[in-house]
């Protein structure tokens, strides 16, 4: 289910369930959203982890973060296309924080221009987007504090990777199932793959647009409505939130508002009172005079 929601409210949700010792992690959080994010975290009071698969420029984006005042951010190298990396930074959060409140998934990667829809590297698209972000999230699943409040996961998505944009019906079928498993998501994963390989792809009813980057957010979709059910009255909140066209590298600098503007609808998601925090949804933004609250 897609909800739509403003891009464009700085206003976090009146009820402040969170405090300095709230933990937030965000990762791919050097520049663009990412950054905006950890800055918007920051200024709501939240202690936030930075994390960047280059050492020197996740430092320079924390140490920009402090020189203006925020000392609750601190930096940790991770790379999420790396099980290792991963294996590390988690080993590292338990010793310096031990638990975790809020999760935001943010790193991805993509190869194409705007305009150009051609597959480049989809092995490691897949292998970052999704594979990596499901990854990390399992590794930190235990680590979640779920006694007292809900704790939250809001992985960053793309409408490329709704299911209508498959043309293949037997594909949609299986991921579009309310029983859909782990196993099934890989299987169609490998499927894409595989089809890419020979050739075939196109006509096998892929995505037609950035098709590598589609499959990869629309994997990560359906694992999150899995881990939603997995998780349902758990304590564990699990949802995804496509930014719209924000304006980035990833976009060429193009798009209809800001990565701050995005920011400040993931901070308004993931801070949502416990009351009226949802799972297993779908945000997604458009242009802000077409907004339609539905929270």
Known sequence: MDLLISPLSPTPPSNRWW???????????NKGIGFAVVKRLLELGLTVVLTARNAENGN????SLRRIGFQNVHFCCLDISDPSSISAFVSWF?????????????????FNAIDDNSIKQPETIIKTNFY???LLTEALLPLFRRSVSVSRILNISSRLGSLNKLRNPSVRQTLENE????????ATVTQFLEDVSSGTWEEQGWPANWSDYAVSK?????????LARRYDGKKLSVNCFCPGFTRTSMTD????????EAAATVANLVLLPPEKLTSGKFFMCVEAKKMVSKL
């Open 132 to 134: 990596g972000a499901k």
């Open 253 to 260: 600098g193009q798009g209809t508002h800001t990565a701050e």
């Open 60 to 63: 320079l984006a924390a140490d």
């Open 179 to 186: 029983d859909l498993t782990d196993e099934e998501i890989d």
């Open 94 to 110: 338990r010793l310096n924080f031990g638990i975790l409140d809020i999760l935001v998934n943010n790193a991805a990667v993509s």
């Open 218 to 226: 629309m994997a990560l979709n359906a694992y999150s409505r899995v």
């Open 19 to 29: 405090s300095e010792k709230t933990t937030v992690v965000v990762t791919g959080a």
